[in-house]
């Protein structure tokens, strides 16, 4: 079975966020532990697991996500490296439906060779920052908001980019903050720069200290700085030392997340599933 590397939110290799994907050709996953043990092997911050479904149905392509210890409600990065894997061999192109644990997300290939990624918007509600997130952290926040059911995380506005840019944090102390990460964010130091806001993703709760880009934290961070920025449309830097852009449209109760991917690594599985 074909596995791929792809690096996802950049245009370039060895940047952005990787992910392994891998089609199967059957009509159903495997069990659980089975595709967790893959995730555990390949050891990135995602592993997709797609599908093909019958047609006429709501979507096109079952999808799921691990981590190396866990499997996950929604993953963005996964989710645009799954659909570059599908446009670059052939096996569908355009939109693309997949049937998630967060319901039916689209892809959309466009003929730049980036992708938009349809995902629900992350409820947002400020809540007092919880007793030892900026011990944890190593700064005081400005404004700290739930995420919602839908993301598990906490955003926290940080008072500037070089604070962000700058965090060493307790990734142990960071566990009992929030239900699945912690992301921290600012404005853009420079809005002529290239990006509106920068934003870094920590996830000790689910095995990754510092994730590279994160998507599925985007569908919060749009309407937090479109709120502030008085825009729809932004573009969000995620300041890992990879480092990704993820363009953001606020679509009301859905956010349009655009990037760029390219495959990097193409092998075997030869342990099978």
Same mark, same amino acid.
Request: hydrophobic share 45%.
């Given at each position: 079975?074909?596995?791929? @590397?792809?690096?996802?939110?950049?245009?370039?290799?060895?940047?952005?966020?990787?992910? &392994? *994907?891998?089609?199967?050709?059957?009509?159903?996953?495997?069990?659980?532990?089975?595709?967790? /043990? +893959?995730?555990?092997?390949?050891?990135?911050?995602?592993?997709?697991?797609?599908?093909?479904? =019958?047609?006429?149905?709501?979507?096109?392509?079952?999808?799921?996500?691990?981590?190396?210890?866990?499997?996950?409600?929604? #993953?963005?990065?996964?989710?645009?490296?799954?659909?570059?894997?599908?446009?670059?061999?052939?096996?569908?192109?355009?939109? *693309? /439906?997949?049937?998630?644990?967060?319901?039916?997300? /689209?892809?959309?290939?466009?003929?730049?060779?980036?992708?938009?990624?349809?995902?629900?918007?992350?409820?947002?509600?400020?809540?007092?920052?919880?007793?030892?997130?900026?011990? &944890?952290?190593?700064?005081? =926040?400005?404004?700290?908001?739930?995420?919602?059911?839908?993301?598990?995380?906490?955003?926290?506005?940080? &008072?500037?980019?070089?604070?962000?840019?700058?965090?060493?944090?307790?990734?142990?102390?960071?566990?009992? #903050?929030?239900?699945?990460? +912690?992301?921290?964010? &600012?404005?853009?130091?420079?809005?002529?720069? $290239?990006?509106?806001? *920068?934003?870094?993703?920590?996830?000790?709760? @689910?095995? @990754?200290?510092?994730? =590279?880009?994160?998507?599925?934290?985007?569908?919060?961070?749009?309407?937090?700085?479109?709120?502030?920025?008085?825009?729809?449309?932004?573009?969000?830097?995620?300041?890992?030392?990879?480092?990704?852009?993820?363009?953001?449209?606020?679509? $009301?109760?859905?956010?349009?997340?655009?990037?760029?991917?390219?495959?990097?690594?193409?092998?075997?599985?030869?342990?099978?599933?």
């Amino acid at each position: 079975m074909k596995i791929r @590397i792809v690096d996802a939110f950049t245009d370039r290799p060895f940047a952005g966020n990787p992910a &392994a *994907v891998l089609v199967l050709e059957s009509d159903r996953f495997p069990a659980p532990d089975r595709l967790q /043990r +893959v995730a555990a092997e390949v050891n990135l911050s995602e592993t997709a697991f797609a599908h093909p479904l =019958p047609p006429g149905g709501d979507a096109d392509w079952a999808l799921r996500w691990f981590t190396p210890t866990t499997e996950v409600d929604l #993953c963005g990065h996964a989710t645009l490296a799954t659909a570059h894997v599908l446009r670059t061999t052939g096996a569908a192109d355009g939109t *693309v /439906r997949f049937a998630s644990r967060s319901g039916v997300l /689209r892809t959309t290939a466009h003929q730049d060779g980036s992708l938009t990624l349809d995902f629900p918007t992350a409820p947002l509600t400020a809540v007092p920052a919880p007793p030892g997130l900026a011990e &944890a952290l190593g700064a005081a =926040p400005r404004s700290v908001h739930d995420t919602g059911e839908s993301v598990g995380d906490l955003l926290v506005e940080l &008072a500037d980019e070089t604070a962000v840019r700058t965090l060493s944090p307790d990734f142990a102390a960071l566990v009992a #903050c929030s239900r699945r990460g +912690v992301v921290v964010t &600012a404005a853009a130091t420079d809005p002529a720069g $290239g990006y509106d806001f *920068v934003s870094r993703g920590f996830f000790p709760r @689910i095995g @990754i200290d510092e994730d =590279p880009v994160t998507g599925s934290a985007h569908t919060a961070l749009a309407p937090f700085w479109s709120a502030r920025l008085g825009r729809r449309d932004l573009t969000g830097l995620q300041a890992s030392a990879r480092s990704g852009l993820v363009r953001t449209s606020l679509r $009301g109760e859905r956010t349009w997340l655009t990037g760029e991917a390219v495959t990097v690594v193409e092998g075997e599985l030869l342990a099978g599933l």
